[in-house]
């Protein structure tokens, strides 16, 4: 029974053999060791690694360029509209993890403490005046942290 089974697989082979020799010879080509068989040209090597590089290139830019200005977004959006209204104009710490901070919030003033427990508002400072706005945090003329918190003092 296995020997039957081989020898039909053998006929079955030779005859795929045969007939593929027959479609060789079928085509035209009768003697298939008459000649090496030549490898077509392949095009220049220089040109098409140039062209990937630059490709690759082109495409780490994009990227590095999209992720910078994810980052930066905000930033471009302040440079076109108006500056931040709210501004820190002075901080003192007090030791640990209390401080003392001066905020300015447009034309406004505040004094407010910062400590483990919360955030709490100490005194309305004077409203600042036209040139303040103008020259922005690097203003001069302002009261002095030593004179608000004096102010603050007196007043309660």
């Known amino acids: 029974?296995?020997?039957?089974?081989?020898?039909?697989?053998?006929r079955r082979v030779g005859c795929l053999v045969c007939s593929f020799f027959f479609a060789l010879t079928a085509c035209?080509?009768?003697?298939?060791?008459a000649g090496p068989i030549v490898a077509p040209v392949l095009p220049d090597a220089g040109g098409s690694l140039l062209?990937?590089?630059?490709?690759?290139?082109?495409?780490?830019?994009?990227?590095l360029g999209g992720v910078w200005l994810f980052k930066n977004?905000?930033?471009?959006?302040?440079?076109?509209?108006?500056?931040?209204k709210l501004q820190v104009l002075e901080t003192r710490a007090l030791g640990g993890?209390?401080?003392?901070?001066?905020?300015?919030?447009e034309q406004q003033?505040?004094?407010?403490?910062?400590?483990?427990?919360?955030?709490?508002?100490?005194?309305?400072?004077?409203?600042?005046?036209?040139?303040?706005?103008?020259?922005g945090t690097a203003n001069v003329s302002r009261p002095a942290f030593a004179q608000?918190?004096?102010?603050v003092l007196k007043g309660k």
């Open 1 to 10: 029974m296995k020997m039957d089974r081989i020898s039909n697989l053998g």
């Open 28 to 33: 035209g080509q009768t003697n298939i060791a």
């Open 51 to 63: 062209r990937v590089t630059g490709a690759l290139a082109l495409v780490i830019g994009i990227f």
């Open 73 to 84: 977004w905000r930033r471009l959006a302040l440079q076109q509209g108006r500056g931040p």
């Open 97 to 105: 993890r209390h401080a003392i901070y001066v905020l300015g919030y």
């Open 109 to 135: 003033r505040f004094l407010i403490s910062a400590s483990p427990s919360g955030v709490s508002l100490l005194s309305h400072l004077p409203a600042a005046t036209e040139n303040d706005s103008a020259e």
């Open 148 to 151: 608000a918190l004096a102010q």
